[in-house]
């Protein structure tokens, strides 16, 4: 036979030989025990008193030896299929650290002493740091301290797990990052393990957000825009016996968690993207509630304004001025106002409520009030006034004009009022109008419908006016 086929045929056996050195190699979890339990009996048998087990301990050193050995050659044909990183590397060079250090102190330590006693300390701290490596390798990073308590947690700078207390009505749901709230968890939790700072396989990292932009050895895990196309997509829906799917261990990835992803990768890919309650999908913002508890229907200014609680001695003061007051939010000091049944408000006691309550005063209701522009003056104190009703009362265009000044505003009822089309110039000024209500009053039909095909994102009411067939809500 040439050489020439000699060659053939070691070329062919390359496949074999490295399919054989891992087959040898995942017998390294196993055999990897074996050194732990005799070189720490060993260690522990150098302090016993006396003598007698002298012979005991050489036996423990060799064992210990010999299967350091094993479990470090075993080890290094394992690193093959693990793609390098630095937990990896600290922990395949403490392996063979432990096995040279085991064949030595079956030298060392013959004759007992101190001596022995140190060198058995020294190699149960170096056995130790490896075995925990290990483990760090196989079940991540913070396996060990992972239900710990959280000082403990805190202590070896870990951030505890909070994703089971997570709170959404504190969270600003136009301020979600999808990648950061939702993906990086699911990565850290099923992944990183394998892909991160100490163990890279198939050269991937997930651990932080721009090493999944540099992809691994099949190339990038990813095309932005095209989910069908990516291979992130496609191992982790692919059959749990596959081969290729990810994660290999423990639990898939869940469907909502899947479709967050399809989502990410067909929105550009970009880590910075937060959700847009408009934008997203219905079927999407049903997984989310479910599976995470969190509603992305829009908020109202209400539920999210946070103003201190009145004191009840300040409750009781205005009460006792004609002011009925009730709370907008279980726990917050947001309030709603309005005149006690039967009770007439003057520009003194509305002077005094916004004295006493200007933060706190979300919705207000003057109606019927016997008002005028300068008895309303304190309105634009009112901060967080996001609904006002002020039909009936004397007011004329003076006061829309100075109530631009609330940046919360969102509903205007004017029905009744004195009021006409110079409003409009003042309205278009509001920074959050949403609606407003001119029944009975100067406005124009006209005028209100200019306004509105200008302004749409505003519903001008109008009413039912003489000799108009039908009411002429715009929008």
Known sequence: MGPGANALITIMQLPVLADFSLFVGRFHPLVGHLPIGFLLLAAVLEWWPGDQSRSAVRVAWILGGASAIIAAVCGWLLAAESGGGDTLFWHRWLGVSVAVLAIAGIFVTGRGGRVAKGY?????????????????????????????????????????????????????????????????????ESCVKCHGAGEQRGGLRLDEPHFAYAGGDDGPLFEAGE????????????????????PPNGDPWTYTQVELLRYWIAEGADTNFVFDGEEMPEALKALLERDYGLDM?????????????????????????????????????????????????????????????????????????????????PLPRFSNLNRLRLNGTRLTNATVERLVELAHLESLNLYGTQVDDGIFEYLSRYPNLERVYLWQTDVSLEAAATFAHSYPHVTVDTGVRAGAPTSSQTK
């Not at 709230?181 to 699911?186: G, S």
């Open 297 to 377: 229907r829009p908020r109202r200014f209400v539920d999210n304004v946070d103003v201190p609680l009145l004191k009840e001695a300040t409750m009781d003061r205005l009460r006792s001025l004609g002011w009925q007051l009730s709370a907008l939010q279980p726990e917050g000091g947001a309030l709603e106002v309005q005149p006690k049944p039967g009770s007439r408000i003057s520009a003194g006691t509305l002077q005094q409520l916004a004295d006493a309550a200007a933060e706190q005063v979300v919705y207000l209701n003057l109606d019927d009030q016997d008002l005028d522009d300068a008895d309303l003056a």
């Open 227 to 246: 989910p069908l196309r990516s291979h992130w997509l496609q191992r982790v829906t692919l059959p749990r016996d596959h081969v290729k799917a990810m």
């Open 120 to 188: 058995g300390l020294l190699v149960a701290g170096v056995l130790g740091l490896a075995g925990h490596l290990g483990g760090s390798l196989t079940h991540g990073e913070d396996y060990l301290y992972q239900h710990a308590p959280a000082v403990v947690q805190r202590l070896v700078g870990h951030t505890p797990d909070s994703s089971a207390y997570r709170d959404w009505s504190l969270t600003d749901i136009d301020s979600i990052s999808l990648y950061a709230t939702f993906l990086q968890p699911a990565l850290e």
